[in-house]
């Protein structure tokens, strides 16, 4: 009826002799870094941005690794190129759904934002002049002018 409370240190001794036997297993014939087998490699991008795919596969294919990479380098570009980017982006998958109304409207905000770049760049432009002089009356003006070019 009484039950017999664990020792602590039975409890680390057990977590030990694991790891004795874990070390043991790594330094045997399984130890990855002396397995041979296939890697394999693909690469390519979607709506997120790019992507690389890694597998690895050893030779009696008991083990198998994969390691997926994606990437987005819109953080690199201005807000007007990664919003032209991300229009362009949903325009092949709308193309891809053959949602091809959808890919209508996107083509034409993707022609309106370029046909406006050089006019919404000094929008932008004088939009960060008026703020930063503290003058907002010019500056709601200035963004809504930009909406309409948007």
């Given at each position: ?18 790891f ?20 394999n ?21 008991s ?27 949903k ?60």
């Amino acid at each position: 009826m009484f039950r017999r409370r664990k020792n602590p240190f039975d409890f680390m001794s057990q977590i030990d002799s694991m790891f004795e036997n874990f070390d043991s297993m790594m330094s045997s014939s399984l130890n990855p870094n002396l397995i041979m087998g296939k890697v394999n490699t693909e690469s390519g991008s979607d709506e997120n941005g790019n992507w690389t795919k890694q597998s690895f596969v050893s030779e009696d294919g008991s083990m198998s690794i994969t390691t997926v990479i994606k990437t987005n380098s819109d953080f690199t570009k201005s807000e007007g190129d990664s919003k032209l980017n991300s229009l362009k982006r949903k325009l092949d998958l709308a193309v891809e759904k053959q949602d091809f109304e959808g890919a209508v409207k996107l083509r034409d905000e993707i022609k309106k934002l370029e046909k406006n770049k050089g006019k919404i760049d000094s929008l932008k432009a004088e939009l960060e002049k008026a703020i930063g002089e503290q003058n907002y009356e010019k500056a709601i003006e200035l963004r809504d002018k930009l909406k309409d070019l948007e």
